[in-house]
């Protein structure tokens, strides 16, 4: 089983800024089938990134997505007040699927 | 547009079973890949089982294999989860989310909560 491990567990920042969340899998991901998701409090995870580096449909162009092996991060450029929220990373490449333990991004 | 929405969420004994159900709509339901995933009160997301789009194939978390069964009936757009032997642990809110031809999970619906209490 490939274990993500997600770093760091909060991480508290200002509207405007920039953050860098980190996902480090155990073993690495099969050709980059890795996703990022984003949930927020009583909402359903909604898919930012697959593939490691591609949005999805109308995710916004500050959401990248970056790494290959066993890194990964998933960039927000600039802050913006609705993206405070909690951050999943999962691979899919291999049996048994997995998540990460999460990032949680709060206001500062 | 897309929907998926989950339904059989009850409180039960530990011991007994359950079965969930997830209607799908807004799209041909019997070109994806489907799957369980759930969310304990307050903890993270974990993946709980999947299903290809005819039900040949199969696949389980350990923590769920031998007690849970995944099933769809393609010509009711539907998704089910049989649960048995049902433990404290397995209280979560339960997903279901439609994979893409890649296999990440682009749709996902509200949830169904199971509560295993005595």
């Known amino acids: 089983e490939i274990v993500l491990t997600q770093s760091p567990g909060t991480l508290s920042l200002s509207p405007g800024e920039r953050a860098t969340l980190s996902c480090r899998a155990s073993?690495?991901?099969?050709?980059?089938?890795l996703a990022w998701y984003q949930q927020k409090p009583g909402q359903a995870p909604r898919l930012l990134i697959y593939g490691a580096s591609s949005r999805a449909t109308g995710i916004p162009d500050r959401f990248s997505g970056s790494g290959s092996g066993t890194d990964f991060t998933l960039t927000i450029s600039r802050l913006e007040p609705e993206d405070f929220a909690v951050y999943y990373c999962?691979?899919?490449?291999?049996?048994?699927?997995?998540f990460g333990g999460g990032t949680k991004v709060e206001i500062k | 547009e897309v929907q998926l929405v989950e339904s059989g969420g009850v409180v039960v004994q530990p011991g007994g079973s359950l079965r969930l159900s997830c209607a799908a709509s807004g799209f041909t339901f019997d070109d994806y890949t489907m799957h369980w995933v759930r969310q304990a009160p307050g903890k993270g997301l974990e993946w709980v089982s999947l299903i290809s789009w005819d039900g040949g194939s199969t696949y389980y978390a350990d923590s769920v294999k031998g007690r849970f069964t995944i099933s769809r009936d393609n010509s009711k757009n539907s998704l089910y989860l049989q649960m048995n032997s049902l433990r404290t642990e397995d209280t979560a809110l339960y997903y279901c989310?439609?994979?893409?031809?890649?296999?990440?999970?682009?749709?996902w619906g509200q949830g169904t909560l199971v509560t295993v209490s005595s």
């Open positions: 989310a439609k994979a893409t031809a890649s296999g990440s999970l682009d749709y």
């Open positions: 073993q690495s991901v099969s050709s980059s089938y």
């Open positions: 999962q691979q899919y490449g291999s049996s048994p699927i997995t």
